[in-house]
């Protein structure tokens, strides 16, 4: 039997696990699309009504925009854009260079940085949004595939700690809520999979485009934990893990939630 439940305040938050002890069976991995309002999900299937195609468009620009000072871009490297089909489906990865996993966009400024020579772009500036946005669009349709074995095999094992950790004024781990009750209402919002395959993502509360990591802060200021660093070995970390979770699911970016 489904069974839906409405929480208005902190002291729900609180109870949550209490409340529903005996009441979540399994959880089934969907999308966060699946969990949105037709409107919501009628917005992210029409390219000219999606809002984040603002800053596909800005990607795009920028893939053949020279910067830097060894004068390339995007394009002079990789040609056109079709050559990263697939790319997005396999991150976070591990580097041997550095020994660490290594997100999207933490490839992105290496590339800026390293191959051409220019400034790193901030992790949630439209430039950067822009760019992860338009690379990860050509793989729309595409499984997410990451890797947790060999060398990233500890990189999960952390993730996944870090996601079943209780922490914060509330107690809560990740796991309360994307595990135990997708598909419950928190407020005016409906707990999802929390699956990462349609960042970057455009949210209506937002009212821009955020990553990931944006999402990882935000949940650990509603349970009263302290955020961490965009780009964090954590946050990366976790990355991998929910990637692993959501393996299987297409790539929707750029997606459209609440």
Same mark, same amino acid.
């Given at each position: 039997?489904?069974?839906?439940?409405?929480?208005?305040?902190?002291?729900?938050?609180?109870?949550?696990?209490?409340?529903?002890?005996?009441?979540?069976?399994?959880?089934?991995?969907?999308?966060?699309?699946?969990?949105?309002?037709?409107?919501?999900?009628?917005?992210?299937?029409?390219?000219?009504?999606?809002?984040?195609?603002?800053?596909?468009?800005?990607?795009?620009?920028?893939?053949?925009?020279?910067?830097?000072?060894?004068?390339? *871009?995007?394009?002079?490297?990789?040609?056109?854009? *079709? *050559?990263?089909?697939?790319?997005?489906? *396999?991150?976070?990865?591990?580097?041997?260079?550095?020994?660490?996993?290594?997100?999207?966009?933490?490839?992105?400024?290496?590339?800026?940085?390293?191959?051409?020579?220019?400034?790193?772009?901030?992790?949630?500036?439209?430039?950067?949004?822009?760019?992860?946005?338009?690379?990860?669009?050509?793989?729309?349709?595409?499984?997410?595939?990451?890797?947790?074995?060999?060398?990233?095999?500890?990189?999960?094992?952390?993730?996944?700690?870090?996601?079943?950790?209780?922490?914060?004024?509330?107690?809560?781990?990740?796991?309360?809520?994307?595990?135990?009750?997708?598909?419950?209402?928190?407020?005016?919002?409906?707990?999802?999979?929390?699956?990462?395959?349609?960042?970057?993502?455009?949210?209506?509360?937002?009212?821009?485009?955020?990553?990931?990591?944006?999402?990882?802060?935000?949940?650990?200021?509603?349970?009263?934990?302290?955020?961490?660093?965009?780009?964090?070995?954590?946050?990366?970390?976790?990355?991998?893990?929910?990637?692993?979770?959501?393996?299987?699911?297409?790539?929707?970016?750029?997606?459209?939630?609440?």
């Amino acid at each position: 039997m489904k069974y839906t439940k409405y929480i208005t305040s902190a002291a729900g938050l609180l109870g949550l696990g209490a409340i529903l002890v005996a009441c979540a069976p399994a959880p089934t991995m969907k999308t966060g699309y699946d969990f949105a309002i037709p409107e919501t999900q009628a917005m992210q299937d029409d390219d000219f009504s999606n809002p984040a195609f603002v800053w596909v468009d800005i990607g795009e620009e920028q893939w053949s925009t020279v910067d830097g000072e060894a004068g390339k *871009s995007c394009e002079s490297c990789h040609g056109d854009a *079709s *050559s990263m089909k697939g790319i997005s489906t *396999s991150y976070p990865k591990y580097n041997a260079d550095d020994g660490k996993m290594r997100t999207l966009q933490h490839q992105i400024n290496f590339e800026r940085t390293e191959r051409m020579k220019a400034k790193a772009w901030k992790w949630e500036g439209d430039e950067m949004l822009g760019m992860a946005s338009f690379v990860k669009n050509q793989s729309k349709g595409m499984p997410l595939n990451v890797s947790i074995e060999g060398e990233a095999a500890p990189f999960y094992e952390a993730g996944k700690a870090f996601y079943l950790q209780r922490r914060g004024g509330l107690d809560m781990s990740c796991k309360n809520c994307h595990m135990d009750y997708p598909g419950v209402k928190i407020r005016a919002n409906v707990l999802t999979n929390g699956l990462p395959n349609g960042f970057p993502t455009y949210r209506l509360k937002w009212q821009k485009p955020g990553s990931v990591h944006r999402r990882f802060r935000g949940c650990n200021k509603n349970i009263r934990a302290q955020p961490l660093k965009y780009g964090s070995d954590e946050y990366t970390n976790l990355e991998l893990y929910v990637a692993w979770r959501g393996r299987g699911l297409p790539v929707e970016t750029p997606a459209v939630r609440n």
